[in-house]
Every structure is written in structure tokens, then in C-alpha cells.
């Protein structure tokens, strides 16, 4: 049965993360300043409704206005909105400036798509291999280069990510076809995934669970099914973890040397007729 609660914060879900229970101090005084203000706007509407209601016998006057009136109303939002900005003005910068992400211990590149999120992990080498646009395809949806070493070991995951608690995660966001938005409610992370860009997102969660991942930005049909899985785990359950995901990658890797290419098949022979057609276009 739905639990209704006038209280909306009460359906926040738990904060996990470092920063989280700043965002969730500054929406709680958003929130209250926010309650007070529609009591008291809406309780001077009834008071006028009530006391100017039709009278036998009253008549109306003209008013033209109150300048201090004015002006108190107008200075009152502008001090709320300005004090609002400077007290979350340092949380934001801790959030979302590209200067204050902490030297990560865990990096990893994430990529949305219709409909699923997928993550790439540094392999055995622990480097994360060059990528570039023109390397993108179906079946390398990160543009790994292919001519870097460092890249061939790379894990690639759909759905599901593991990742330690206390540590400083840094996620190298991008999208490979329309706008996306990479939602961790939990650690209160809400970030456009933009195609052609990549952009930093960094948390450090503090507890360990598996916690949703969704999609935030409307992105087609089968957005509401565009969710993931994030299990935060202890560091030493994620090293099992990578170490097992590194050793099947090595095995696949070694697949791959011992089976030798088909050659490419040679050239057709141009006829004459060919290259005459081939001209004329």
C-alpha cells in the first residue's frame, strides 16, 4: 500500500555517497523556505478574499500602488535567491567543477544508448586504451583505438557495474546516439550524456548495495526500460571482481591470437567497360 506523507522528503531514497547529505541539506532548506512561503502567500489570498468579500452597501476605491510595498517585495527574493546561491555555491563547485574532481582510483568510461548503459574498465594494465570518434562502430561503441596496446585489454560491461565504497570513482561520460542522462538517485547524480562530448562525473559512495541506474532525459520509446545496476562492494570483493573479469579477457585475447585472420579477398579485376561507367558517374 502507497505510504503517503505530506513530508516529500521522506521519499528521498538513502543518500550514499560523499556529498550527498550536503544536497540533501540544501533541498531541505529549498524545501521548508519553499512550504513557508506558499502558506503565507496563500493565507493573505483567503485573508483578502474574506475581508474584501461582498458587502451590502460597501463600495470600492481606487489604489494605486505602495512604492515601499513594491520594493520590499522585490528586495525580499532577491536576498532568498543571492543567499541560496552563495551557500550551495560550494557544494556545486565540489559536484560538478571539472577542477575539483579528486584524482580518481577507480576511472572508467561510461556510454549510453538506446535503451542501455554500457561501461568500459582499464583491463590487466590498469590504463584506460585511446579513443576517438572515428574508431566508433556497433561493435566498439567506446571508439577504442585499435592500434593502442593499452586498449586491447579493455573490459566492456552492459547492465550491471561493480565498483569499491570509499573510493574516489571518476566516470568518463558520453552518449552514442541522442541525449541521455546518467540518474544514480542514491548518490544524488543527475548528468547529460551528450553525444560528441565527454564529460566527468566523480562520487565516492560510502555503503555498500546494488542501487539503480537509470535514464533521466526522455529519450525515446523504450526510455523507461533504459536502467542499470550499480553494485558498490568492498575493495577487496571488487578485486575478486576485476581479477576474475581480466582473467576471462585474457583467455578471449589469447582466442583470438592463436585463430589466424581469413585473408582479405583480393581485388576484382577492373574491365574496361568498368572503368568506363566508373568515369562517365
Same mark, same amino acid.
Request: net charge negative.
Given at each position: 500500500m502507497f505510504d503517503f506523507s505530506w513530508n516529500m522528503l521522506s521519499y528521498f531514497p538513502s543518500s550514499v555517497s560523499t556529498y550527498s547529505d550536503a544536497h540533501d541539506s540544501l533541498f531541505t532548506i529549498v524545501y521548508y523556505l519553499g512550504v513557508g512561503i506558499f502558506l503565507l502567500v496563500n493565507s493573505i489570498l483567503l485573508y483578502f478574499v474574506w475581508h474584501y468579500r461582498h458587502k451590502? %452597501?460597501?463600495?470600492? $476605491?481606487?489604489?494605486?500602488? /505602495?512604492?515601499?510595498? *513594491? +520594493?520590499?517585495?522585490?528586495?525580499?527574493?532577491?536576498?532568498? +535567491?543571492? %543567499?541560496? %546561491?552563495? $551557500?550551495? =555555491?560550494e557544494m556545486w563547485k565540489v559536484m560538478k567543477y571539472p577542477s575539483r574532481v579528486p584524482t580518481p582510483d577507480v576511472e572508467i568510461d561510461v556510454v549510453g544508448q538506446t535503451y542501455a548503459w554500457s561501461a568500459r574498465y582499464p583491463g590487466s594494465d590498469g590504463i584506460l586504451g585511446n579513443r576517438g570518434a572515428k574508431y566508433r562502430s556497433n561493435t566498439n561503441l567506446f571508439g577504442i583505438d585499435p592500434s593502442d596496446p593499452h586498449g586491447k585489454d579493455d573490459i @566492456?560491461?552492459?547492465? *550491471? +557495474?561493480?565498483?569499491?565504497?570509499?573510493?574516489?570513482?571518476?566516470? !568518463?561520460?558520453?552518449? @552514442? =546516439? @541522442?541525449? !541521455?542522462? $546518467?540518474?544514480?538517485? /542514491? +548518490?544524488?547524480?543527475?548528468?547529460?550524456?551528450?553525444?560528441?562530448?565527454?564529460? =566527468?562525473?566523480?562520487f565516492n559512495g560510502t555503503k555498500a548495495g546494488k542501487y539503480e541506474l537509470a535514464c533521466a532525459e526522455l529519450c525515446g520509446g523504450g526510455h523507461y526500460g533504459m536502467r542499470g545496476v550499480v553494485n558498490m562492494q568492498s575493495e577487496s570483493d571488487f578485486n575478486k571482481w576485476i581479477d576474475a573479469k581480466n582473467a576471462v579477457r585474457k583467455q578471449v585475447l589469447a582466442a583470438e591470437a592463436a585463430q589466424p585472420k581469413a585473408p582479405e579477398p583480393a581485388p576484382a579485376a577492373t574491365t574496361a567497360e568498368d572503368a568506363g561507367h566508373t568515369e562517365h558517374h
Open positions: 451590502p %452597501g460597501a463600495t470600492s $476605491y481606487h489604489y494605486h500602488g /505602495n512604492n515601499i510595498v *513594491e +520594493f520590499t517585495w522585490t528586495l525580499l527574493p532577491t536576498i532568498l +535567491f543571492a %543567499g541560496l %546561491g552563495l $551557500y550551495s =555555491d @566492456v560491461l552492459t547492465g *550491471e +557495474f561493480n565498483l569499491p565504497i570509499n573510493k574516489n570513482v571518476v566516470v !568518463h561520460l558520453s552518449s @552514442v =546516439d @541522442v541525449l !541521455h542522462s $546518467y540518474f544514480l538517485p /542514491n +548518490f544524488r547524480i543527475k548528468q547529460d550524456a551528450v553525444p560528441g562530448a565527454w564529460i =566527468d562525473v566523480w
